[in-house]
């Protein structure tokens, strides 16, 4: 299966439920954001922008645990913001676990290692001697992060652990040099590569997210796929890039750039996404056979961002994930006061023009999961594509020439270092290293601080 059959039998009976209940409307995922503070300013995302003015602020464990109870959602998507950089973040996945909940922690990765670090040391016994040995021999782990773990743990809180009910989410929007470009800090990529060959070796369930733009070469995420699924990856959520409000602002403002070379639109979308089918027939990609159909634009859905609401520090975010018209204080406001049939694309036609380019998994995939504008056969092709047998990763993966960016000199500020005299990075091998993973992206971000007036955010 690509899916766990308890997860998926899971969010199966919970649409059965509501279905037999004739529930005109009801939650599939909950995207919650615990916080807005980010340590990356990725190029396309407006978060920190939008909630400029918040980002100190943060929910409460209890409003998180109490808004997921709210949504009734069978899965939580934790995101942000980075939701690492959360205080509570490990009681906050316990507690959702707790309520039953299948949890995503969406990370852009930075800080991933330092939690599976804290696993480890949790687990700490000398029989775990042998392991740590290899880790450090992969350079997985620092010899300051064995001293670590081999002094254990004396904290009362709980930490993240493997379950088949958790997914580290990681995004990652092509390779080494694409990456870290749209990241805006070289390293990330490296860190994030580290980040899941760690997780994986703890028995971590781990998927991937992807954003497609303009610019994005669809044989490079080819490639990224070919790679990840190589190291064990055991899924993928992409989708394509949309210029909501927010994303807009940012782009002009603090980049002085033209939205309309970045983001894409609804042509543009179908043309990325042609070999979407064949894909899916290849890699493990999350989600419906009939949302990548729509992708493909071989048929049209309508809008159902009802069924991902997203709870954050301000209320419940209305209409959707991306667009902001208000918040409100409850779940059930929301739905019963916004006029959901203002939103969307209808035959073509978009009911309200920020609308008109979106084609974004937040507000098609649950469509073709809920039969919104169902077609004959589609109930049969998604039971087929989702419990079928899953993709096994090809090999040659492992070949794909993934760290093209910083790790051998070529990242996208080694001109501007090498004008301001910073050494020349050393070659490096296509295994990420460990201990220095973490001071090199600090070192890139410094570097990138240190020349963000002359070089005017994102390089080329």
Not at 21 to 48: K, Y
Not at 93 to 99: D, E, K, N, P, T
Not at 236 to 248: L, N, Q, R, V, W
Not at 421 to 441: E, I, M
């Given at each position: ?33 615990p916080l807005h503070t980010c340590n990356l300013t990725c190029t396309g995302c407006g978060r920190i922008r939008e909630y400029s003015t918040s980002l100190k602020d943060m929910m409460t464990l209890e409003d998180c645990l109490g808004a997921a109870v709210e949504a009734g959602a069978p899965m939580v998507s ?42 480890l040391a949790s687990i700490y016994t000398p029989a775990l001697e042998p392991e740590l040995t290899t880790l450090l021999r992969d350079n997985l782990i620092s010899g300051r992060d064995a001293a670590a773990v081999r002094q254990g743990t004396t904290r009362s809180r709980p930490v993240i652990a493997p379950t ?297």
């Amino acid at each position: 299966m690509r899916f766990p059959l308890a997860l998926t039998a899971k969010i199966a009976a919970h649409i059965l439920k509501h279905k037999l209940l004739r529930t005109r409307r009801f939650a599939l995922v909950l995207q919650l954001e615990p916080l807005h503070t980010c340590n990356l300013t990725c190029t396309g995302c407006g978060r920190i922008r939008e909630y400029s003015t918040s980002l100190k602020d943060m929910m409460t464990l209890e409003d998180c645990l109490g808004a997921a109870v709210e949504a009734g959602a069978p899965m939580v998507s934790v995101c942000g913001g980075e939701p690492l950089i959360y205080p509570h973040i490990e009681e906050l996945v316990a507690g959702l676990l707790r309520q039953g909940r299948i949890v995503y922690v969406c990370t852009n990765g930075v800080f991933m290692r330092r939690k599976l670090c804290e696993y480890l040391a949790s687990i700490y016994t000398p029989a775990l001697e042998p392991e740590l040995t290899t880790l450090l021999r992969d350079n997985l782990i620092s010899g300051r992060d064995a001293a670590a773990v081999r002094q254990g743990t004396t904290r009362s809180r709980p930490v993240i652990a493997p379950t088949k009910w958790l997914y580290w989410n990681v995004h990652v929007d092509g390779l080494e040099y694409t990456h870290d470009l749209a990241v805006e800090r070289e390293g990330v990529f490296r860190e994030c590569v580290a980040a899941i060959r760690l997780a994986k070796r703890l028995g971590f369930q781990v998927a991937t997210n992807t954003t497609v733009y303009k610019e994005t070469d669809m044989r490079e995420i080819e490639q990224l796929f070919q790679y990840v699924s190589a190291l064990g990856v055991d899924g993928h959520t992409i989708s394509p890039g949309y210029d909501f409000d927010a994303a807009k602002r940012d782009m002009i403002q603090r980049l002085g750039k033209n939205p309309a070379d970045f983001f894409l639109t609804r042509e543009m979308t179908r043309k990325k996404f042609a070999n979407i089918l064949e894909w899916g027939d290849r890699f493990n990609i999350f989600g419906t056979r009939v949302y990548q159909e729509f992708l493909a634009g071989k048929r049209e859905l309508t809008c159902t961002a009802w069924a991902i609401p997203t709870r954050n520090i301000r209320g419940w975010k209305a209409p959707c994930y991306l667009m902001t018209d208000t918040h409100y204080p409850t779940y059930r406001q929301m739905l019963d006061e916004v006029d959901w049939n203002r939103y969307g694309v209808v035959n073509g036609v978009a009911r309200d023009p920020r609308c008109e380019n979106c084609m974004v998994h937040c507000g098609y995939d649950p469509s073709g999961a809920l039969g919104v504008n169902a077609r004959q056969g589609d109930t049969w092709k998604n039971i087929k594509y989702n419990f079928g047998s899953r993709p096994k990763p090809n090999p040659e993966g492992l070949r794909v020439k993934a760290f093209n960016g910083v790790s051998i000199g070529k990242g996208h500020l080694a001109e501007a270092k090498a004008a301001l005299g910073f050494a020349k990075p050393p070659a490096r091998s296509a295994a990420p290293g460990g201990a220095g993973v973490a001071a090199a992206a600090q070192e890139a971000h410094e570097a990138h601080e240190a020349q963000g007036a002359a070089l005017g955010g994102r390089q080329g």
